[in-house]
């Protein structure tokens, strides 16, 4: 089945100690999306690809960043992580952009700094 | 700005209880709006969406109608299940040429037999 992935499901990672979480899709979409969610709080929107081109949202700290070498796979890295950093990250993907084209969400990863 | 207000939970009815959990939002433009459901252990779902004022979407027995005057996308379900339990997010997108979606905080719902 085609599908959104994440590794890993649970990432633990120490103060100040860079980590990557990785997505990967086998929709052959074009774009790819991370979200940030913190307990009890919406999903937010860190920054999307649309093919090479990266969107980084204004208010996304310059502690993360991302990288999508091909189309089927995408990078979540923090450079030094605070506990502050500690959520549930989700990758998604769209078709194309636009109000009319569904997200396809993974399952998430689950970020804990100590 | 762009916003999502969502019932708090938890919900806990009892099966073949009648659902209503409620969503008002604020945009700047026309916004699509959606439901997403999260069942435990997975990802985001969508459960359906409304593009226009006065549509109304709806999949699985689950409806919300688009109400402009009221800026809200209430969803309801007439008689709930337990495999209906999960996380509901309702959200919405107002952006012409990316597909940033705002979300509300999520409301839990359990459904017990």
């Known amino acids: 089945d085609a599908m959104v992935i994440q590794n890993p499901r649970y990432q633990v990672t120490q103060f100040g100690k860079p980590v990557t979480l990785s997505c990967s899709q086998t929709?052959?979409?074009?774009?790819m999306y991370w979200y940030q969610q913190k307990s009890s709080q919406a999903p937010k929107l860190l920054f999307h690809y649309y093919d090479k081109d990266f969107n980084n949202e204004a208010d996304t700290p310059d502690n993360f960043q991302s990288r999508r070498p091909n189309t089927s796979f995408c990078f979540l890295d923090i450079r030094s992580p605070g506990l502050g950093d500690a959520a549930m990250y989700l990758c998604a993907t769209s078709r194309d952009q636009g109000q009319s084209y569904e997200q396809y969400f993974g399952p998430g990863t689950r970020l804990t700094v100590t | 700005g762009n916003s999502v207000t969502q019932m708090e939970g938890p919900v806990t009815l009892s099966e073949e209880a009648f659902l209503t959990i409620n969503c008002t939002y604020t945009a700047t433009g026309y916004p699509s709006l959606f439901w997403y459901v999260q069942y435990p252990g997975e990802g985001l779902q969508l459960l359906l969406k409304a593009t226009k004022a006065d549509d109304k979407g709806s999949n699985k027995g689950f409806e919300a109608t688009y109400r402009k005057e009221t800026t809200s996308f209430h969803l309801e379900k007439g008689s709930v299940q337990v495999s209906d339990s999960a996380v509901y997010f309702c959200?919405?997108?107002?952006?012409?040429?990316?597909?940033?979606?705002?979300f509300g905080t999520g409301t839990r719902l359990t459904v017990i037999p």
């Open positions: 929709l052959n979409h074009n774009v």
């Open positions: 959200a919405l997108s107002d952006r012409g040429g990316a597909n940033n979606l705002f």
